[in-house]
């Protein structure tokens, strides 16, 4: 046999018949930093991490012009507040496709429109209204690239993995009961006559932190020799994204559908967080990412116990660490890069790179969870304009919560604005971490393990023990 045959017959068993199916890994730009690179050096920063493909939250005009000509797969997105409208009229969902595919296109290699994102996550009633035209829109969002003659364009939506009601064991992953008639069902329609993809925000970061006592961490890392066998379908796993991606087989093949491929539109583990948060760490976010590329990359495809030796095609979350993103600290910490451009660990994700290549990491702090007390102050350079409302807000949730900061009280002496307001934020937080509340106002606010009580004042803290 020829070489130039030999070589001819290891491609077509190397490479998937279809371009949409490569094990290119992509990466999310989410653009929620004030600090952020601009669209060009974003751009090279994505390029430098062999990333093969870029799924974005907005069509922003300048990232769209900025990946022209480039070779990068992309993803762009119909923001949530535009799905009910977009669901009864067609002129605006051409009109979306128009302003926002059809521009770029093809310079911009624009391959996936996503409809909303997470929107089954919401069960408020105004969202839970917007459910109902979500595949309608997503109909129209098709139909109009038809109508434009563009038919490489998947269309789909990104959901987080509380559409199921029960993903354990794997085998008894199913729909909630909410949704799982009204809306996924018809979505599943949708995605199987298109030949489209089940697009899954998956985080095992999420299930292992919640449920640190009987999750191992090697397992939620692709590490270590640990197995589950599923009772039910005998399949043994050795990860936990496995088996997660798992129970959304099963939860499909429950409403009859066997072979929607899954797309997981988000996945990750954050390098940092707040003192009460566990195993958020750099140690651990490379070694999560890092492991999923040799996974996800692997030839021939690894594909899931369920589905073994399909491709699964996947955004990491994120590029960036998103520094205007409310809520815990892990938030603000999923990207390869800091905003600097600096990355936060070295990253190959084209697999490429041997795991042994890098350089040993520096060592893991917090995978078992604080144990003592925490209060929550005021942050280093935060803005002292901003704190007199905040001190408001933070006074304003509970009935007792500032009283000792009343003229004549332990408290009110020194009346310094920093003093008081890091008092307000203990008071508040210690209150209400219980109900969710967050130690971080803006960014104004920062946990510390360092009491600030002094004299007679003591701050209120919360208090960890295991
Ligand atoms: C949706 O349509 C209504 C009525 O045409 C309009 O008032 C509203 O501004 C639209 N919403 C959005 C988000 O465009
Ligand atoms: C549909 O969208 C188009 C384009 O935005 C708009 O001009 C039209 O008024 C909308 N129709 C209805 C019924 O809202
Ligand atoms: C299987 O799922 C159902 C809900 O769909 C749940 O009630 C049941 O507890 C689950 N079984 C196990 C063993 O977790
Ligand atoms: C899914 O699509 C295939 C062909 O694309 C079709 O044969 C099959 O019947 C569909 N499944 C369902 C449940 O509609
Ligand atoms: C970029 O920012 C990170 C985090 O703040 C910092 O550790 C690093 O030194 C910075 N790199 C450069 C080149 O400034
Ligand atoms: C501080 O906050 C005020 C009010 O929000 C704002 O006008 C000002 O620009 C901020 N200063 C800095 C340095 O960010
Ligand atoms: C404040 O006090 C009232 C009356 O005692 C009570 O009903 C309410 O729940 C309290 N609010 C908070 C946030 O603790």
Avoid at 110 to 125: F, K, M, P, Q
Avoid at 180 to 200: E, Q
């Amino acid at each position: 046999m020829r070489l130039s045959t030999l070589l001819f017959l290891f491609s077509l068993l190397v490479s998937p018949c279809s371009a949409d199916l490569s094990a290119k890994v992509g990466v999310n730009y989410g653009t929620l930093g004030s600090n952020l690179p601009k669209p060009f050096k974003s751009v090279k920063l994505i390029k430098s991490l062999k990333a093969g493909r870029v799924k974005l939250y907005n069509p922003d005009p300048d990232i769209l012009n900025a990946l022209k000509g480039t070779n990068l797969q992309v993803s762009v997105m119909v923001p949530n507040q535009l799905i009910s409208n977009i669901s009864c009229n067609q002129t605006l969902a051409d009109e979306w496709v128009k302003t926002n595919v059809i521009a770029y296109y093809p310079e911009t290699l624009i391959r996936y429109v996503l409809v909303g994102n997470e929107i089954l996550s919401s069960t408020a009633d105004a969202d839970k209204k917007v459910w109902f035209n979500l595949v309608p829109a997503i109909r129209k969002v098709k139909f109009a690239l038809k109508s434009y003659n563009i038919r490489k364009v998947k269309v789909g939506t990104p959901l987080a993995m509380d559409v199921l009601e029960s993903s354990f064991p794997p085998s008894n992953g199913t729909f909630r009961s909410d949704i799982a008639r009204p809306v996924v069902r018809p979505l599943l329609k949708f995605l199987n006559k298109t030949k489209s993809f089940f697009f899954v925000d998956c985080y095992p970061y999420f299930a292992w932190a919640a449920s640190y006592q009987d999750i191992n961490l090697d397992y939620a890392l692709f590490r270590g020799r640990l197995t589950y066998t599923d009772p039910h379908s005998g399949l043994i796993y050795t990860n936990l994204l496995d088996q997660m991606l798992d129970a959304l087989v099963f939860a499909m093949k429950r409403l009859g559908y066997l072979d929607i491929r899954i797309w997981i539109s988000e996945t990750g583990w954050p390098n940092a967080g707040d003192i009460d948060q566990i195993g958020a760490n750099v140690y651990n976010a490379a070694t999560y990412n890092r492991n999923l590329v040799k996974k996800l990359t692997a030839k021939p495809a690894k594909g899931t116990p369920a589905r073994p030796g399909v491709v699964l095609p996947t955004f990491i979350f994120a590029l960036y660490n998103e520094n205007e993103k409310p809520g815990p600290g892990t938030e603000r910490h999923w990207g390869l890069f800091y905003p600097n451009g600096s990355n936060v660990y070295p990253i190959d994700l084209s697999g490429k790179t041997p795991l042994t290549y890098y350089r040993p990491l520096p060592p893991a702090q917090n995978n078992k969870p604080y144990e003592g007390k925490i209060w929550c102050v005021v942050a280093k350079g935060a803005n002292m304009t901003e704190l007199g409302s905040a001190i408001s807000f933070a006074c304003g949730q509970g009935n007792h919560t500032c009283d000792e900061l009343q003229p004549g009280k332990k408290c009110y002496k020194p009346n310094l604005l920093i003093l008081h307001a890091s008092y307000a934020f203990s008071s508040y937080w210690a209150q209400f971490r219980k109900q969710g509340a967050t130690c971080y106002f803006n960014g104004l606010a920062v946990q510390t393990t360092e009491d600030p009580s002094y004299r007679s004042c003591n701050y209120p803290s919360v208090t960890l023990s295991s």
